[in-house]
C-alpha cells in the first residue's frame, strides 16, 4: 500500500515539475535536496520531508492535499466558509438549490 501511493505521489510531483518546465535538477536545487532524491522521489522509492512538501506546494502553487492525495484544491474554494462546503459536499440538491438562491439574492445586493 505504501509503495503504491509513494509511486502515486511521485507521479503527481514529476507532473507537476514537468508542467512547470523544470528539471529535476532545478527542483532538486530549489528544495535543497540531490538530484538523485528528486529522481528516487518521482519513482516512489523515497519520500520527501515535510519541510520539502510544503516548499514543493509553494514551488508549484499547489496544495499538499493535492500532492500526497490527488486531491484538487481550487483556491477560490479554500476561502470559502466551512458551513458552505458542507452543503457543497453534502449532495443535498435541495440545500445547493437554498445556496444558490442566497448567492444570487446577495450578488444582487451587492451591485447596487
Known amino acids: 500500500m505504501e509503495e503504491r501511493q509513494n509511486q502515486e505521489i511521485g507521479i503527481r510531483i514529476a507532473e507537476l515539475r514537468r508542467s512547470h518546465k523544470l528539471t529535476q535538477e532545478a527542483l532538486a ?5 540531490t538530484t538523485k532524491h528528486i529522481s528516487h522521489v518521482e519513482r516512489g522509492c523515497a519520500s520527501l520531508s515535510v519541510k520539502a512538501l510544503i516548499e514543493l506546494s509553494q514551488v508549484f502553487d499547489c496544495s499538499i492535499d493535492y500532492i500526497i492525495f490527488g486531491v484538487p484544491v481550487d483556491k477560490a474554494m479554500a476561502l470559502l466558509p466551512d458551513t458552505i462546503l458542507e452543503i457543497l ?3 443535498q440538491q ?3 438549490d437554498r445556496l444558490t438562491r442566497y448567492l ?3 450578488t444582487e445586493l451587492y451591485k447596487k
Open 29 to 33: 536545487e530549489k528544495l535543497n535536496v
Open 89 to 91: 459536499h453534502s449532495g
Open 94 to 96: 435541495e440545500d445547493i
Open 104 to 106: 444570487q439574492i446577495y
